[in-house]
């Protein structure tokens, strides 16, 4: 009897020891285990001892010595929404961390997911180089004055690029025509002016082909809430580009600042001051020289085309001139037919990515697909067509070039110190 017990006793002592040995020796091969709540979007993630927070939208589990289980939840649920849309498109699919894009400026506050844009953006250098100084311009201009000018102006560009993408072309064009006409000191935004004559914004150039006054005036009136006649309208304009091509896939660039606004417009100014579609090469060369742009300049600027669209009238007299149809893809000829029973429809300029920059748009020159005539030709001259050819092969190279050249422009017979004004709103002089 006595022996009986102390064979149980001994057994009871075993099972005690070797039972926790056990379960520490396959601890650490223990699955790990996803605690979710349907009615919460963070997640827990736990497994080896540690701790994870995430979002549901947004993580890849840790950990894994498996690379066929590496997969984040995003790409199964960006693959499973694939499936049930096959067929459509949307530049919206995807999504990107847009405070990694800006070089880390979003700030503590902001009210926009920095999950918003389709496009995986290269970057051409792990740190941004700084941008050329021009007279009385620099970077960081507000960082004392306003600090937070870039990310109000932002955060307004891409409340309003998530109702209507097509505005992120708008600002580089509007751009252009105030920096072509007397200097980018935001004379294209005003309705009037003391001398009472009519101004640039209503030239033929400009009309309906140009947009996003509203958003500049919503984007002023905050920051004159929140820093009284500190920014410039002409600067906000620039910002707005930089945020547009950023938004559409180029890789940031540092911008400069410092501009002062103009007090008169003039649409008088416009005539032989702004590139037409049916301009030559030389007319082009000669006008972007006299804006200080060389030829190098003008191909690479001409890559904003990569984004937005073009009216009819524009470029639907090149069928009926034999010569110039010659230069086009036939199919394109016939999509322009097609689409142009109305002279205000548009069509983009590059139809495989409209809303990406890239440099695709190049490519497509190369093949006689460019819409605008003045782009083609760009394709065929011999002073021209190494660049475009550069450029198609070399996208990096481009994106490198991009944001020096907008500098460029961005600087011409700018406003600064004491001259012209701080308009207190952008469609008129205070």
Not at 361 to 375: A, C, N, R, T
Request: with cysteine.
């Amino acid at each position: 009897m006595m022996a009986a017990k102390a064979r149980i006793s001994a057994a009871i002592l075993l099972v005690c020891i070797i039972l926790p040995l056990l379960a520490s020796a396959f601890l650490d091969h223990l699955p790990e285990v996803l605690e979710h709540d349907s009615r919460n979007k963070d997640v827990t993630i736990r497994g080896d001892n540690s701790i994870v927070r995430a979002n549901d939208n947004d993580f890849t589990l840790p950990r894994s010595h498996d690379k066929k289980n590496e997969r984040s939840l995003r790409e199964k649920k960006h693959k499973k929404k694939k499936k049930n849309k096959k067929g459509k498109k949307s530049h919206k699919d995807k999504t990107f961390d847009f405070d990694h894009l800006f070089g880390g400026n979003q700030q503590e506050g902001d009210e926009f997911s920095p999950y918003l844009q389709p496009f995986d953006v290269p970057q051409t250098t792990e740190e941004q180089e700084p941008a050329e100084n021009y007279d009385g311009l620099r970077e960081g201009f507000y960082q004392k004055t306003c600090p937070q000018t870039e990310n109000i102006i932002r955060n307004g560009l891409i409340r309003a690029f998530q109702n209507d993408s097509t505005i992120a072309a708008a600002f580089p064009r509007l751009l252009l025509h105030d920096c072509f006409v007397n200097g980018c000191d935001g004379s294209i935004l005003l309705d009037t002016t003391p001398s009472g004559a009519r101004v640039e914004k209503l030239a033929g150039t400009n009309g309906a082909t140009v947009k996003g006054f509203e958003l500049i005036d919503e984007i002023k009136a905050e920051l004159e809430r929140q820093c009284p006649g500190i920014v410039s309208c002409s600067d906000i304009l620039v910002y707005l580009s930089r945020d547009a091509f950023v938004l559409s896939g180029l890789p940031n660039y540092n911008v400069l600042a410092g501009r002062r606004d103009g007090m008169e417009s003039n649409e008088a100014n416009v005539v032989g001051n702004l590139p037409l579609p049916g301009d030559t090469v030389d007319q082009m060369i000669d006008l972007f020289q006299k804006k200080g742009l060389n030829s190098e300049d003008l191909v690479v600027l001409i890559g904003a085309h990569s984004i937005g669209v073009a009216h009819c009238f524009n470029f639907l007299y090149r069928l009926d001139e034999p010569e110039k149809a010659q230069m086009l893809d036939p199919r394109l000829a016939g999509v322009m037919r097609f689409m142009c029973a109305n002279q205000m429809n548009t069509l983009p300029f590059d139809p495989t990515t409209q809303y990406k920059m890239d440099s695709i748009f190049y490519k497509q020159l190369m093949m006689k697909k460019g819409l605008i005539e003045s782009d083609q030709i760009l394709a065929q001259d011999i002073r021209t067509r190494g660049f475009v050819q550069k450029f198609g092969d070399d996208e990096m190279g481009w994106f490198d070039k991009f944001g020096k050249a907008m500098n460029k422009l961005g600087a011409i017979e700018v406003l600064t110190g004491n001259q012209g004004q701080i308009r207190r709103q952008c469609r008129a002089v205070n």
